[in-house]
């Protein structure tokens, strides 16, 4: 009996090494196309872009922002346009929107010009009009098991989508919050969330989580988003969820293959659009 | 006087030894079945005579003292029997020599006895029970799938799924039948282990080429797995216990010769395991646990009629909850299985049989979500199945010894009824999502001929099915032939062409996660799959001895697949299963139809008897797949194209109590996609509209399945000991699952450094089980 516990406690000890382990020699290949560029557009006092350097998955060195690049942008609706300052190293661009403004159900075609590189084009429209939190409701506060007092919230609006223009929804919230090791009350940035959280039937859109209740008002914003930016903030975080792969939950996230989505033509990345409505929730 | 009285006593002692020369007889039986044993040695120590026990298994030693004997009784097959005995007197005794093979054992599940020379059998692969009791076990499980993927032709997806891939197809293109009835749910534990029972399988089949032409309905296999009857006339009582589950069965004769009843259950302990870790706090699980059982009623009617009235039932279980003083949460997600099935075998003449059967097989997934803190409560619920209905009748005809036709029909009917999803809300009315519900029926007649002439015997069959589901009528007419020709009694030549089509489609995720198979029916958009496959094998006894029996197996195959079908990339069960923005209910609008190709040769290797048993399996073979919506609509090689797949299995008797056995596989790395180029994605504040830094990467996809996993390879080991016991036979097993601790792949994923990590499942995993046979002594 003795020998059987020994060698199950040995072969036990063997079962408990690590699992995971790095591949070498894995050779990748080198991209044809090699831009990336980002590019939001929503009514607001600027416009901002990103345009970097798209590298093989072997290089792991940070990619060079591209700085004399040439951006463009054009309202097809009234045929202006506008071409975007160099802000700062990065590949940052932008400009302000006084005389070039964003508005919505107006159609933009964006242009990126790089010297030895071939030309990037896109387009995108702003919603026609932003949807707007309908019904906003909360539950009694409760212990979260740490130190503070949480109430469950559901949001819940209409979709605003026309036949047209297919339309999504992302929510970000921000506010006041007590910070619990200093018991100082502090402003929280609005942070966008997870695309999960948010469910769907027919014409109805609900928001479902859960907010600390210390310290009021809670912002919460809702962003209406043309349909390509909505895609491409959904594989962004499916791809940062499977790169996280090892810490979070393997069998809840998504395995098959992550398409990648863009509408650059000849590259990659994102000229989107979208509205933002706000709603400011106090319940103290 | 002196010599009178010595005289007296001398003749006392000389008379009371001739007094106490007495007899000793007896006779010897078989335990198992009080049969009278015939030439089981007798031997008494100190008496150098040994007697053989006659044909009614009697014995008789010429008369011998009186005294203190060591009784030994040999028999082949037989444990020995020892007993010390004091014989004062004539004496009778009565031997049970308990059988020292096992029932298990002595049963055959196939027809492996034989050479399969000349024998139609071209593209089946069949385990014995031996076999399936003898290979090295995982955590205590003799796994019948996991047993098949270690002959030619069969892998699995990776290591911890028992889903069968043959000859290039995919695990929904299985059909599991388990007593005629078909197996909608064809895993236990996330795809770990098979539904089967080992220990009451009667006889397992996969057919995986020159399918006859009584089984359609899939593309790539047939698993054809008979469960046994009771003993009509012992009561016996068997099981077995492991790591994962525990597993017993009854064989009750209920009215002798006439009526039997068998019941069998399986049963895993991780939810018992993990209540007792988790204590009683709030938090409970997640448990999980399965079970399956096993019901066969069999009564013989008379000596020519047989009914059997069978069920089966299974189910899997995980559950986790939160239970606080302001929040309750729970996570409930089961998969079950029912069948009930009828059977009528006749036996109308010596030459001709009839079996009918009737069988109702349903399958269902649960999925339940729900939290409620403080009175805002939400539930999640999703619900899939199918049920369906089937009755089959076939005749066999044995017209000349040349010739048999075997013909039937069968009609089905499906209710398919891939999903129902709710959602509720404190202050959001109840909402209910369908995805449509389809009936469909199905109509088949099939014929087979077998013929031997000379030497060549060929089996030609036909078998014509119709599928009908709403506004659409799908006809397939499937062509069957296998033919071979016997060179001599040691070599032989067979080639098979087959037809098969697929109406239900499985939509299996991909890659990892809880295991949510939605069973749909093909529709007027996505037509049925197809595939058509010749094979080509060469049959060689190259010893025909019976204890050094070798037979080499070399099979050629081509298939071809037509509408095969998979989920587009980005879309997944989650599109179904839960309410999130643009999800695609119509579910034939996320699936891609495409068409594939598979070829090889598998060679086979194999000792079937003698002290060292076992078999070495190669398989070199290639598959791929084009979707006109996957990879550009570029061909690619398949998930489960594994160019090398080598295995070597033994089993050696060291003696009577003790064996050892062993696997080895050796695979190619499976297919996989990785990306071919990475940029970094903007944190973007959507409300301060600006860049807030880089924080995340975006892949781009390279070409589909164009690298590969490292390959695959692990040894098994194991070590068996029976024992014998005054209530049966008992066998104990101790086992090594890769036993050098190999990390195997199982899934590869970047990490946010940009390397390449590769995730194995499975060390070395020590296991412990004990099997057991109780007999009764009627």
Known sequence: ?284 | MKIYVTLLILLCCSFWGNCQMIRFSGKVLDKSNQKLLEGASIQLSSIKMVKYSDKTGEFMFPKFKTGKYSLTIKYLGFLNYKKILDIQKDTLIEVELTPFVTELEEVIVSSKVESSVNKLNIGINSLSKEQILNVPSIAGEHDLTRIFMLTPGVKSDNEGSAGLYVRGGTSDQNLFLINSAPLYKNSHLFGFLSPFNSDIIEKADLYKGGFPARFGGRLSSILDVRLKSASMNKFKIGGSIGFISSKLYAEIPIVKEKVSLLLAGRRSYFDIFTAFFNGSGTTSGPYYKFYDFNGILTLKLDKKNIIQLFTYHDKDRLTGAFDGETETQKYDQSWNSQIWGVSFTSHLSPIINNYIDFTLSDYNMDLEVFRDQQGEAFINKFNSQINTFGVKNTTEIEITDNYAVKFGGIYNTYTFRPGQLRYQGKNINFIESKLDSIQSKEVSLFIENEFKFNKWIANLGFRYSSYQVPNQTYQFKEPRLTLGYIFNEKSSLKMALSQMNQPLQLLTNPGLGFPVDLWVSSTDKIIPQKSNQISLSYNHDISQEKNNFLSLSIEAYYKEMNNIISYRDGYSSTDFTEFSQNNQREWDKIVTQGKGKSYGIEALLEKKYGKLQGWIGYTLSWTTNQFENLNLGKEFYARQDRRHDLSVVAMYKLNKRWSLNASWIFQTGQAITLPKAVYSIPAYGFVKDKFLGYPNLAYINGERNSYRMIPTHRLDIGVQRKTTHKWGIGQWELSLYNAYNRQNPYYYYIDSGQRVKSVSLFGIIPSFSYMFKIYSSK
């Open chain 1, 1 to 284: 009996m003795r020998l059987i516990i020994g060698f199950l406690l040995i072969t036990f000890l063997f079962t408990r090494c690590s699992r995971t382990s790095v591949v070498e020699g894995i050779i990748f290949p080198i991209p044809n196309q090699t831009l990336s560029v980002f590019c939001f557009l929503t009514p607001s006092d600027s416009i901002h872009a990103a345009i970097k350097e798209i590298r093989s998955v072997s290089n792991t060195n940070k990619e060079f922002g591209i700085e004399n690049a040439e951006i463009t942008i054009e309202d097809l609706n009234t045929k202006e346009t506008i071409q975007l300052k160099h802000l700062s190293n990065g590949g940052y661009f932008g400009n302000s929107q006084t005389t070039f403004k964003v508005k919505p159900n107006h159609t933009y075609v964006l242009t990126v010009h790089s010297p030895d590189k071939i030309t990037l084009r896109s387009s995108c429209t702003v919603p026609n009009q932003g949807a707007v939190i309908e019904n906003f409701t909360f539950g009694d506060p409760f212990d979260d098991g740490f130190i503070s007092k949480r109430r469950r919230i559901e949001a819940s609006w209409q979709d605003v989508s026309t036949e047209t223009q297919k339309l999504n929804y992302l929510i970000s919230s921000g506010g006041k919050f007590k910070d619990s090791f200093t018991g100082k009350t502090v402003e929280a940035q609005p942070s966008l969330k997870s695309f999960k959280n948010i469910s769907q039937s027919g014409t109805s859109l609900f928001y479902n989580s859960d907010t600390t209740d210390d310290t009021f008002p809670k912002f919460y914003y809702l962003h209406t988003l043309e349909y390509n930016l909505y895609q491409f903030e959904k594989m962004a975080q499916l791809m940062d969820e499977i790169s996280k792969k090892s810490t979070s939950s393997f069998l809840g996230a998504y395995q098959g293959i992550i398409p990648e989505f863009t509408n650059i033509q000849n590259g990659y990345g994102i000229f989107g659009a979208y509205l933002t409505t706000s709603l400011t929730v106090t319940i103290k």
